[in-house]
DNA sequence: GGAATATGACTGACTGGTCAGTCATGGTCA
DNA sequence: TGACCATGACTGACCAGTCAGTCATATTCC
């Protein structure tokens, strides 16, 4: 339909992150390309609708919102994207990506199986909890069950192979006898309930209740590889 | 409609005629006191709202759904709610009350204290996880950020009140020498996050894989007391 | 008891405002 | 110049909240 940028062909690995918070108000780089500013634009709105669709959620974001916030007229939009509920799907698309991309770039398996949980615990503190993208998962949360294609996506995406990912470092620590409770397998959400938590924590509780995410994870791994290591 | 013949003023000499209840609504009951009958609305567009609010969320639900699903009309609802926004924070509580009401409850303190959580995430399981309630508590992360008295009231009366619960039987648990990782009383939060994320998962993809929670939990529980016990 | 009257719960058509999506017009770049 | 973009005023659907009117029930009075 009006689908278009994937035919300009055009490296949308420009952006979809996080990248320039500016929006393309004042041009001060003209970017004399026009496939260029098209893309600049689009940027621009999945950044605004991001914001507003974690702020307000999907129903009560007004597209007005995202148009004035990306600096763009709301006709511009509809260049875009079809439609409020196909845009809202293809931003989780767009923001995701990216992240799983980077995340199951696993690092070299070196060192004890704590060690690379705990790297990876790491980086999931610093690019997930507290920032936008714990928001995101929080609005998936909110919106998955009126967007089934959004949850499954998600799913699909990320869930799945995030489990997935969970199970086969626990049987490497089942097996290097890192992990005793062999049980554990078989539930990977065990493992990764607490960082969600935290997620959820930050969004609703943190003015209540401040978390300490970093030493709450550090407990919850000594409780699954047992013994405190000195960190 | 089951109101339908208002205007042709069927004589009242029918009613008179007959002391038996009016059948204008469905299978009601006569409910012949008039405050009986308010109250009796009152909690069907409580009930009716709960369902509404759950599957569509705050901003997309409409007024004139709840009306029809508690067989009211719209007006009725303005009866007993000041308006849409009042109507859900006050929702929440009267939903969540009687809850914690019936949790916070405890039983006798009899027994080991992994018994005692063990009854505690038995009647989690059954009076939360997959039920509306359950949703309940989606629809709370999904809403709080927008409804700050709602997160706040939901803080206070449950979660601050269950991380002191949990707490008290986690140092109990410690004191006794069941429980060996000491740090766990810092984060209660680590206890019950499965039994959370069991929460969310039911409603978000329970479709692409059910997942045994009763199974989850006894595992965990296994991590946290050690040995498993033969059931 | 029961007729007459008062009450207020209930109704639903209506209003005013909001907002997704459109499109005629005007600007820009190749 | 002409093809392509971008714009924002506009439209029509939709919906929260209102209120004048209805009528079942309660109260009063004989």
Redesign the interface.
């Known amino acids: 339909m009006t689908k278009k940028p994937t035919k300009t062909a055009l490296p949308s690995a420009t952006r979809a992150g996080a990248k320039d918070p500016i929006p393309a108000r004042s041009e001060e780089a003209p970017a004399s390309n026009r496939a260029t500013r098209a893309a600049e634009r689009r940027a621009a709105i999945v950044e605004a609708a991001m914001d507003e669709f974690i702020?307000?959620?999907?129903?009560?974001t007004r597209l007005d919102d995202i148009a004035k916030r990306a600096g763009v007229a709301k006709g511009t939009i509809y260049l875009h994207f079809k439609d409020k509920e196909s845009m809202f799907e293809e931003l989780v698309r767009i923001v995701i990506v990216p992240v799983v991309a980077r995340l199951t770039t696993l690092p070299p398996p070196t060192g004890t199986v704590r060690e690379l949980i705990e790297t990876f615990a790491s980086n999931f503190l610093k690019e997930v909890i507290g920032t936008r993208r714990g928001d995101l998962v929080?609005l998936?949360?909110?919106?998955?069950?009126?967007f089934p294609s959004v949850?499954?996506f998600?799913?699909r995406e990320v869930?799945?192979r995030g489990i997935a990912a969970m199970r086969a470092l626990i049987e490497l620590g089942i097996a290097r006898g890192e992990i005793r409770?062999k049980?554990?397998a078989?539930?990977p959400?065990?493992l990764?309930?607490?960082a969600?938590?935290?997620v959820?924590?930050q969004?609703?509780?943190a003015r209540?209740?401040p978390?300490d995410a970093q030493?709450?994870l550090r407990?919850?791994l000594?409780?699954?590889f047992g013994e405190r290591r000195t960190t």
């Open positions: 702020a307000r959620g999907f129903a009560a929080r998936i949360v909110a919106e998955g069950p009126r949850a499954d998600y799913y869930v799945s409770e049980d554990l078989r539930y959400q065990i990764v309930a607490p969600m938590i935290a959820i924590w969004s609703l509780f209540h209740a978390l030493d709450m407990v919850h000594d409780l699954i």
